[in-house]
């Protein structure tokens, strides 16, 4: 069973299996589980595609990116645990596996997850992780981030428990309308209790504004890449930024032997980390 065809999201799927089971360690990217949301059929083309069709891919400035942020977010997940996050939300989870990639890590620091997505999309998702059978911490619940209000979620945001969340967002905001998006970054800082983390990635505004619009997203989300504009954004969202990085230096970062090959970097995206403002 495969995920359903969402915009893009079954195409970010293939290529993080072109990238895990085709590249080189330097280069590989560590979703080693993604092929579980692929068709039998892609798989089997991934693992015959050749050199040419490689280098295709690899000239797109968005596939090592998509490595890097892979990675980025890996990191943050690894780095919220290590801080006392004991529950991570993960809004427009698509075909991330990191639930069950880092479930002894999990398991282990006693961290429940809650998948969320639009509702074709995390059923099918629920029915697919049955197989790595980790019921005992992860959660699912359907969401639609182009709604109004999400009064179901925002009740298990976990303020009145006390609990540090870290909240996750990739590759999300660029499909949502402005409006939407604002408010809900405002649901979070009002529901998680201060010091929780939301973390996600924007594309900048200015550069394919067109880019996830849809019928229900007429104007979708950008922000600045100035630190100091999305600081301003951020803090009239009860937030505040930790670290904000472009898509090109993430890239360069994450994936230094790439940097000097003169393949064009990634430049439209930044990757942003906020923490819940106390008193908010």
């Known amino acids: 069973m495969a995920l359903p065809n969402l915009s893009n999201s079954l195409y970010v799927a293939w290529l993080r299996h072109v990238q895990a ?4 360690d330097d280069r590989r990217n560590p979703d080693t589980l993604v092929q579980r949301f692929l068709p039998l059929l892609d798989r089997w083309r991934i693992a015959r595609l050749k050199n040419e069709e490689l280098a295709q891919l690899r000239s797109d400035p968005f596939y090592y990116y998509l490595t890097a942020r892979t990675r980025y977010y890996d990191e943050v997940v690894s780095n919220a645990v290590a801080s006392g996050v004991r529950r991570i939300v993960n809004v427009g989870c698509g075909s991330d596996t990191r639930p069950y990639r880092f479930a002894k890590l999990l398991r282990e620091f006693g961290v429940r997850v809650l998948e969320c997505d639009q509702p074709h999309a995390i059923r099918a998702k629920q029915r697919i992780a049955q197989a790595w059978d980790c019921r005992d911490f992860v959660d699912y619940m359907s969401i639609d981030l182009n709604d109004a209000a999400w009064p179901e979620f925002a009740g298990r945001l976990g303020r009145r428990d006390g609990q540090k969340t870290l909240v996750m967002m990739e590759g999300v905001s660029p499909y949502v309308e402005a409006t939407a ?3 809900f970054l ?3 800082a009002d529901g998680l209790v201060p010091g929780s983390t ?3 990635d924007y594309k900048v505004r200015g550069i394919k504004d067109d880019f996830g619009r849809g019928p229900r997203t007429a104007v979708p989300f950008r922000l600045s890449p100035s630190f100091s504009e999305s600081a301003l954004f951020h803090l009239d969202c009860g937030l505040t930024v930790t670290h904000l990085e472009s898509s090109s230096a993430l890239t360069r ?3 230094p032997g790439v940097a000097g090959t003169g393949t064009p970097l990634f430049a439209e995206d930044c ?3 906020t923490d819940v403002v106390a008193g908010h």
Not at 21 to 24: D, H, I, L, V
């Open 21 to 24: 089971s085709r590249e080189a």
């Open 198 to 200: 939301v973390a996600y």
């Open 271 to 273: 990757v942003v980390r």
């Open 181 to 183: 998006f604002v408010q």
């Open 186 to 188: 405002k649901t979070l």
């Open 253 to 255: 970062r994450m994936l």
